[in-house]
Nanobody, 123 residues
Framework: QAQLVESGGGLVQAGGSLTLSCAASGRTFTGYRLGWFRQAPGKEREFIAAVSGGAKYYGDPALGRFTIFRDNGPNLVSLQMNTLKPEDTATYYC??????????????????WGQGTQVTVSS
């Protein structure tokens, strides 16, 4: 079964860094657009970052602290997160859209999702 698999989550102190990665499993994806979202308990899933061709997009929580980049290796996309804050605590999801269309900041703009990786930032 085709799926996306996230890795790299964990527990980190405030001010620390983590790098999340997303790999494909089960098939090769075209990958028109790749994105990262997160969801904290009791909150809606929110847009963090996306990359499409040479363009990169960031949601407000990521501005100035997170960097998204596509990988040439086994991973499709990674998210470098710096200066982490307790409010960054959430499950982070990788998402992919195979072909043109949809909005990069909207969950409906993606066809495939990973199961998520937990990021916990302690104060």
């Amino acid at each position: 079964q085709a799926q996306l698999v996230e890795s790299g989550g964990g527990l980190v102190q405030a001010g620390g860094s983590l790098t999340l990665s997303c790999a494909a499993s089960g098939r090769t994806f075209t990958g028109y657009r790749l994105g990262w979202f997160r969801q904290a308990p009791g909150k809606e899933r929110e847009f963090i970052a996306a990359v499409s061709g040479g363009a990169k997009y960031y949601g407000d929580p990521a501005l100035g602290r997170f960097t998204i980049f596509r990988d040439n290796g086994p991973n499709l996309v990674s998210l470098q997160m710096n200066t982490l804050k307790p409010e960054d605590t959430a499950t982070y999801y990788c998402a992919l859209r195979e072909y043109y269309g949809g909005r990069y900041y909207d969950i409906s703009g993606y066809d495939f999702w990973g199961q998520g990786t937990q990021v916990t930032v302690s104060s």
